[in-house]
């Protein structure tokens, strides 16, 4: 899928959870690894509430490399409350470098795709799920669809 900066902000708006609490985080970090596991992914997938990692999952092929990737990840997506795969595509976009714009260090930050946001009614920003392993639009998409996956629960 092809993804543009306004079309990951629409997408904001509509992948927003019901309620959250630790049920909720634990069934979408297990559906991913079911997809995962299914398709014979390499990935790290994380999940945060607040700055508190909640689920942490390296499946078959996936490293520390994907690990720390996510970690950076989702320190994005928490300074700035949009997906990694946008800040990336705003940066490319724009023509600015993310980290020297922002200043922001490379070993703690990093504008690539497979972070998104986790936003609640009527509490908004609330965390982050974030995946390493696929290419950057791959990881993006598995997070949403996870998402996707337990937004009415």
């Not at 986790?118 to 639009?137: H, M, Q, R, Y």
Request: charged share 20%; proline share 3%.
């Amino acid at each position: 899928m092809q993804y543009d900066p306004q079309m990951l902000l629409d997408e904001e708006k509509h992948v927003v959870l019901d309620r959250f609490d630790y049920e909720i985080a634990w069934r979408l970090g297990q559906g991913i690894v079911d997809v995962g596991l299914a398709q014979k992914m390499p990935i790290a997938i994380q999940i945060t509430h607040g700055l508190d990692c909640i689920f942490l999952a390296v499946l078959p092929g996936g490293t520390h490399d994907n690990v720390d990737w996510v970690r950076r990840k989702i320190a994005s997506v928490h300074r700035f409350q949009h997906s990694s795969l946008y800040l990336a595509l705003a940066a490319r976009e724009a023509g600015y470098e993310f980290h020297q714009r922002f200043r922001l260090p490379m070993t703690d930050f990093v504008a690539g795709g497979g972070a998104v946001p986790l936003i609640a009614k009527n509490a908004g920003f609330i965390g982050a799920v974030g995946i390493s392993g696929l290419l950057d639009t791959d990881d993006h998409r598995l997070a949403v669809d996870g998402i996707r996956a337990v937004m009415s629960l």
